[in-house]
């Protein structure tokens, strides 16, 4: 699905259905969720409608009540043949429309199939998107990189192919004269399905390229920025690092992994890595899609979970960040909670937080002041499994003092006779590659 008449379509109105499954403060978290997903979209909402559901499985997904409703708000552009009215239609619904604007799209807090996508936009007349129609878009716009390109050209290919159709609704023309007998729909299937298998190919030889990188970079400390969207990760990774690098108020800001030096720098050199945010009920093929982005974490020394502190429903956030990291295997990394945006908390909310988080570090990415002490937690872990070791190097002994100093903490260093003397702090590896420097 592209939005193609998107400039157009600026007024939506959101659709969210209670089912028995789904608690009410879960349904008003996610609707407020999907609200910032359509505007960051570029919509502007313009009205939220909900309604308690046994199932989304209706062809209307609402009662024909509400579907009634949905047309008055849409400027009734739909086909009446989709409208059936069912006195009997005795669900509970709400609505919440602030002034009587028309809206132009209609989005549900659901997924919907490719038959009630297409059943709704006859009746409405309008554009009807579902969540993960939405969160695709989003994605297909952020995406930078060659690598989150082809990620989201192939979730959103995934998506598109059941809701593919002929173009003359359900016809079954036969295209004479080209032997095969395929019908248009068939023929559109099938070159999604080819363009699938050569972005696939496209993305493996890609990832071979990030994989290589990764491997080179294997011996440097590494840590690396997860959590939910909006947490503050970028923030967080703008302040550590000295870079600019995009923070937005918006959902899914970052879609490509970068990777930047601690600034100031340490030595050895400590590299941070800023990630894609996670979100509730991520599509199942962008979930597929991201595990690559999120091997920066599979191989990080130290996890960094940012949460946005100040957002009552940060838990269940953590909770999902938790269930897609498990997924992709970093029970072995060691881990460290950062409860983010401080600033927006007051004394006794800090510290009730504290102590229902004991291990975590309460901080704002806007406080220089937590910045450094971050950074010299970072810096410590970093240096926690390391040896101090004294070396003597000659002073005709060339190139290896630049080793040292590039890749060890430098305690001490006194000159005498037989050459410098230093005592250093290094991780294993980096003092075995000095030592052999040393006796060649
Ligand atoms: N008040 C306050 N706002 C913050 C803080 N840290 C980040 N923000 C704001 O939160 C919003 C999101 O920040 P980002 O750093 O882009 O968040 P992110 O986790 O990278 O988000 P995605 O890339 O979308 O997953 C921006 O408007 C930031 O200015 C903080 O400590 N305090
Ligand atoms: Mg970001």
Redesign the pocket.
Known sequence: MKLTKSVALDRALLVSIRTPKIKDDEAAESLAELKRLVTTLGFRVVGTQSQRQSSTSKITVVGSGKLQELVQLTGNRGAEDYIEVDHDDITETRSDVSSFELADVVVFDCDLSPAQLRHLGNALGVEVLDRTGVIIEIFSRHARTRSAKLQVEIARLNYQVPRLRDADDGGNERFMGQGSGESELEINRRRVRDRLAELRHELVDVERVMKDRRSQRVEQFSVALV?Y????????MRALTGSEI?????????LDTTVRALQPETHPRILVS?T??FIKKLPHDLVASFHSTLDEARDASLLLY?VDA?DPGFRSQLQVVNEVLEEIGVEDIPKLLLL?????LNDDQKKSLMEEFPDAMMM???NPADITLLHERIVTFSESDMQEEELLVPYTAKGVIGEIRANMRVLKEDYDQAGIRLQVRSGELELRRVKKMLEA
Not at 229 to 236: E, I, L, P, Q, Y
Not at 246 to 254: G, I, N, S, Y
Not at 340 to 344: G, L
């Open positions: 959590g969207t909006n947490a503050g990760k970028s923030s967080t995009l923070v937005q108020d918006k959902l899914f800001a970052t800023d894609v945010g940012v100040a983010n945006k401080s600033d927006q704002s990415s806007r």
